[in-house]
């Protein structure tokens, strides 16, 4: 017996019924920022204004992240001066998915991070001390084994945490450091996230992933991966409101193995939005694909732009309970 395929809606070929009865089927909102709200500093036309109509139905909006290199009121700010709104309750980045779960890990010691200050303030706000912030120059000798051996020596015997995010400062002296505090039995190893790259056309810089591996590979161990698409964000949006059901929760992304996946690993249902790092076409041919982990990416509903469902919310206003 064959298993059903998943497929996707196109938003604009709905009904103005089938348009409401989308729009009634959830109560909570987990939307990506990057490439669905905004791009840069200038917002998606229309978003702001979709967002807050959400708020008006009485939809609670959650904004998740996998961004580490800020702190939660940085985003907040952001969210606010591009006419979003929003409390910091309600924003969710992978800095501070970091503190939250070393938090409930009832964490002991210092954590050694690569990352950027928005993380290690995070971290400090639940009473955690990070080392490593900022730049690690090299030696002023060329490199030798004598040279490795005296950054080895400069370790904390404190660090019981090992936390990968982007950082900006990456050098082969913290590689040296992440991989050696690996070596000491139960150290804990996190990363932010593992996307490939920044949207940012034309283009291509390379993403967190790129950071991981260089730690990854040589410490032959995989870390707790924080970010999209595993369920971190969820539970965490669970803990703050128990209450939240995960069958009328809304995840909107643009991106399907972070976003769309996130919305499927926790049973969300799932809207992409065009214009990212995946188009309309990428989801028809995962819908055609006969590998289960493709079809996995094909988001339930799908729209050029989430700026888009702006007349149709309000042209349909009666139908919206």
Known sequence: MTSSKNTCQEISQLSDEEVGNFINSFDTVLTDCDGVLWFGMKPVPGSPEVINLFRELGKKVYYVTNNSTKHRRDFLKKCID???????????????????????????????????????????????????????????????????????????????????????????????????????????????????????????????????????????????????????FFDAVRQRSPTVQPERTLMIGDRANTDILLGKNCNLKTLQVGGGVHKLSDIRRWEKSSCPKENKLVADYYIDSLGDLLPLMQRIKHLIK
């Open 82 to 232: 591009l006419k979003f709104g929003g409390t910091q309750e309600e924003v969710l980045g992978t800095a501070y998915l970091a503190a939250w779960y070393l938090k409930n890990q009832n964490f002991k010691g210092k954590v050694y991070m690569l990352g950027e200050a928005g993380l290690a303030q995070e971290l400090s706000d639940v009473g955690i001390e990070c080392i490593g912030l900022g730049p690690d120059l090299p030696p002023k000798d060329p490199f030798s084994a004598h040279v490795a051996v005296d950054i080895v020596k400069e370790l904390d015997p404190d660090v019981n945490c090992v936390l990968v995010a982007f950082d900006f400062n990456i050098s082969y002296p913290k590689i040296i450091k992440a991989l050696n505090y690996l070596e000491k039995p139960g150290v804990i190893f996190l990363a932010s996230n593992t996307d490939e790259r920044f949207p940012m056309d034309p283009y291509a810089l390379p993403g967190t992933a790129a950071i991981v591996a260089s730690v990854t590979v040589p410490a032959e161990r995989d870390p707790v991966i924080l970010g999209k698409p595993n369920t971190f």
